[in-house]
């Protein structure tokens, strides 16, 4: 059973500024979401690390795991270890792989279940989406991987059968660092794809949120049926760790989170912060597997 397929829709992007036509276009036209409860995570990490990476997402989060499986989530030959693993604030589809990952897999940040396969893959290319894996059968459904403009890279995957999974505590973040050259293409042609709303485009959001506590950068905040997602236009002068979380995941109680991830074997790779109304910090899973996790303002 391929798990690529245990992936789901998460957030995907939105418009920067949505015409009174585009609005009776999502009117007359229904979202190709499913619901943010069906947007995973994929995280690769080595098939020895895979149990200490699952077990430490559970212990900080909450949720479970199903059972590891050897499986091939790919259309070309390979073996992989496969873990998914339901929490309140999102979920993940991890791989420890045996054998090498076949390309361009590993690049792709989430699985979004779409309702109509078909309608969705033809409205990616319409939206200026490459099709770098081209559509493949699994045995449960169908699965693509598409790159957006600013070289986003996303599966988009359908159910023969539709999954049911309750709606999330939190829907998390899903953070897009991208140039400020290509924001505007990449909201407009998301927000066309997913029907999104932009919520928020700040061009002098604090800089703290990005490790340059001197500085401010644009941050534009949408949502969809999909989820939602943070778009951080910034000029790539980043210090570690910011730029390789993928998502950001919110929690009632920061510190006490903090304190159950450090028990699990979480590195705090960013200490807390206050900013843009939220106390965040970053953090590192056994792995290697980078995220964002926040609260409300200071507690």
């Given at each position: 059973?391929?798990?690529?397929?245990?992936?789901?829709?998460?957030?995907?992007?939105?418009?920067?500024?949505?015409?009174?036509?585009?609005?009776?276009?999502?009117?007359?036209?229904?979202?190709?979401?499913?619901?943010?409860?069906?947007?995973?995570?994929?995280?690769?990490?080595?098939?020895?690390?895979?149990?200490?990476?699952?077990?430490?997402?559970?212990?900080?989060?909450?949720?479970?795991?199903?059972?590891?499986?050897?499986?091939?989530?790919?259309?070309?030959?390979?073996?992989?270890?496969?873990?998914?693993?339901?929490?309140?604030?999102?979920?993940?589809?991890?791989?420890?792989?045996?054998?090498?990952?076949?390309?361009?897999?590993?690049?792709?940040?989430?699985?979004?279940?779409?309702?109509?396969?078909?309608?969705?893959?033809?409205?990616?290319?319409?939206?200026?989406?490459?099709?770098?894996?081209?559509?493949?059968?699994?045995?449960?459904?169908?699965?693509?991987?598409?790159?957006?403009?600013?070289?986003?890279?996303?599966?988009?995957?359908?159910?023969?059968?539709?999954?049911?999974?309750?709606?999330?505590?939190s829907v998390p973040d899903n953070r897009v660092y991208?140039?400020?050259?290509?924001?505007?293409?990449?909201?407009?042609?998301?927000?066309?794809?997913?029907?999104?709303?932009?919520?928020?485009?700040?061009?002098?959001?604090?800089?703290?949120?990005?490790?340059?506590?001197?500085?401010?950068?644009?941050?534009?905040?949408?949502?969809?049926?999909?989820?939602?997602?943070?778009?951080?236009?910034?000029?790539?002068?980043?210090?570690?760790?910011?730029?390789?979380?993928?998502?950001?995941?919110?929690v009632d109680d920061l510190a006490d989170t903090l304190?159950?991830?450090?028990?699990?074997?979480?590195?705090?790779?960013?200490?807390?912060?206050d900013a843009g109304g939220r106390r965040a910090a970053?953090?590192?899973?056994?792995?290697?597997?980078?995220?964002?996790?926040?609260?409300?303002?200071?507690?």
């Open positions: 059973m391929p798990l690529t397929k245990i992936c789901a829709a998460f957030a995907i992007l939105a418009a920067a500024s949505l015409t009174f036509a585009a609005r009776d276009a999502r009117a007359q036209n229904p979202s190709l979401a499913v619901g943010p409860q069906y947007g995973t995570v994929h995280v690769y990490v080595g098939p020895g690390e895979l149990e200490h990476f699952t077990n430490s997402l559970v212990a900080t989060f909450g949720g479970s795991k199903m059972q590891a499986l050897a499986v091939t989530v790919t259309p070309t030959p390979s073996e992989t270890l496969w873990q998914a693993v339901v929490t309140p604030v999102g979920s993940f589809s991890a791989f420890g792989f045996k054998t090498p990952i076949p390309y361009p897999f590993g690049r792709e940040r989430t699985g979004y279940l779409v309702s109509d396969f078909d309608a969705a893959v033809t409205s990616a290319k319409t939206n200026h989406a490459d099709i770098v894996v081209a559509p493949f059968p699994d045995p449960i459904g169908r699965d693509v991987i598409v790159v957006w403009p600013g070289g986003v890279s996303m599966q988009l995957y359908w159910h023969n059968t539709p999954p049911h999974a309750p709606p999330l505590h991208i140039s400020p050259d290509r924001t505007d293409e990449f909201v407009r042609d998301y927000g066309a794809f997913a029907q999104a709303k932009v919520i928020s485009d700040d061009g002098n959001a604090p800089g703290i949120e990005i490790g340059q506590p001197n500085d401010s950068y644009r941050r534009v905040q949408m949502e969809s049926q999909f989820g939602k997602i943070t778009v951080l236009a910034t000029d790539g002068h980043l210090p570690y760790p910011y730029g390789h979380e993928i998502t950001g995941y919110g304190a159950k991830a450090k028990a699990a074997g979480v590195t705090v790779v960013a200490a807390p912060y970053m953090v590192q899973f056994p792995g290697g597997f980078i995220a964002e996790i926040h609260s409300g303002a200071t507690q």
